[in-house]
């Protein structure tokens, strides 16, 4: 169990304020509200009557949040959504246009953290990982049901990983396999161990990739970032692997009506990846509304 302080780290959070340059009286949208950590600072930055919608896919991230942002009281509007719905609910709460729009895309420490939402591959949870609990299929669904090529190819496609075959023929003749920590000794035994990062790490990317469609739903979201923000309005996404930070970077350069202001993207300093390992691949880019 992490501390609540623990769990409360925003990566990059003076960044993304700094970067979005919240006032009094503007209007944000934090798409991916987690424990609220860039919500609060975006709502202290605006005072006295700044305001923000909150979203996030895991009703649970939304109860945390709830808490933590209890004393800004109606300033803060939370719904429970996918933010790929990012136009349709700003539009229905009166946040478009928005002044503001901040993405930190992925996972929180507190669903990394929760055993029972298989994440980890530390953890013995049954290997769920869907952000949203109502969404379907699940992590376990994908192990035990692609075939040996689907699931080579997803594990390379989502998790850039090299010994995808390897893995994929490892989990087929391994199934069921139930619990994260089994998929994670059953890749472990077939690759062996090499240096600090679980050989099990890329697979797990990329199996919650597949299940929560991460890459859809951003490809999704970018375009309707531009759509909600005013003229002047800025947007912030901070994105923790290549295939996101990849579709972020592109999408800036190529999008006419965007200006992008990091020409090359905001990354932790040291002492903050110390503070929050979670923060070790972090890339912020921001871009603004002309
Ligand atoms: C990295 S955490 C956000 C932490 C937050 N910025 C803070 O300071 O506390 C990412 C959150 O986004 C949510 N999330 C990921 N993809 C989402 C999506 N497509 N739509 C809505 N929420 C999403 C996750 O459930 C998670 O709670």
């Given at each position: 169990m992490m501390s609540p302080d623990r769990a409360h780290v925003s990566v990059l959070f003076q960044s993304v304020i700094d970067s979005l340059a919240p006032r009094d009286g503007g209007r944000y949208v934090d798409a991916t509200l987690g424990a609220g950590g860039h919500a609060a600072g975006i709502l202290d930055a605006s005072a006295p009557t700044g305001r923000l919608l909150?979203?996030?896919?895991?009703?649970?991230?939304?109860?945390?949040?709830?808490?933590?942002?209890?004393?800004?009281?109606?300033?803060?509007?939370?719904?429970?959504?996918?933010?790929?719905?990012?136009?349709?609910?700003?539009?229905?709460?009166?946040?478009?246009?928005?002044?503001?729009?901040?993405?930190?895309?992925?996972?929180?420490?507190?669903?990394?953290?929760?055993?029972?939402?298989?994440?980890?591959?530390?953890?013995?949870?049954?290997?769920?990982?869907?952000?949203?609990?109502?969404?379907?299929?699940?992590?376990?669904?994908?192990?035990?049901?692609?075939?040996e090529k689907e699931l080579a190819d997803l594990i390379f496609e989502y998790g850039e990983e090299r010994a995808s075959r390897r893995i994929a023929r490892a989990i087929v003749d391994a199934r069921p396999i139930r619990s994260a920590r089994e998929l994670a000794e059953v890749i472990e035994r077939a690759l062996g161990r090499r240096g600090r990062i679980h050989p099990a790490t890329r697979t797990f990317q990329a199996l919650r990739i597949a299940v929560n469609r991460e890459l859809q739903v951003l490809d999704h979201v970018l375009p309707q970032v531009v759509e909600t923000l005013k003229l002047g309005g800025r947007v912030a996404i901070i994105a923790f692997h290549s295939l996101e930070d990849r579709r972020v970077k592109n999408f800036f350069r190529e999008t006419k009506g965007l200006r992008v202001l990091t020409k090359h993207p905001l990354q932790p300093t040291d002492e903050e990846i110390v503070a929050n390992p979670r923060s070790r691949s972090a890339k912020l880019r921001v871009a603004e509304r002309v």
């Open positions: 909150g979203l996030d896919a895991d009703p649970t991230a939304l109860v945390r949040a709830s808490e933590n942002l209890a004393r800004y009281g109606a300033r803060a509007l939370l719904v429970h959504s996918n933010f790929e719905n990012l136009n349709a609910i700003a539009a229905a709460h009166g946040f478009a246009p928005a002044d503001g729009i901040v993405l930190d895309l992925g996972l929180s420490s507190m669903q990394l953290s929760d055993a029972a939402r298989g994440f980890s591959f530390l953890t013995d949870g049954a290997l769920d990982m869907r952000f949203n609990p109502d969404e379907e299929t699940t992590a376990a669904d994908l192990v035990n049901s692609l075939d």
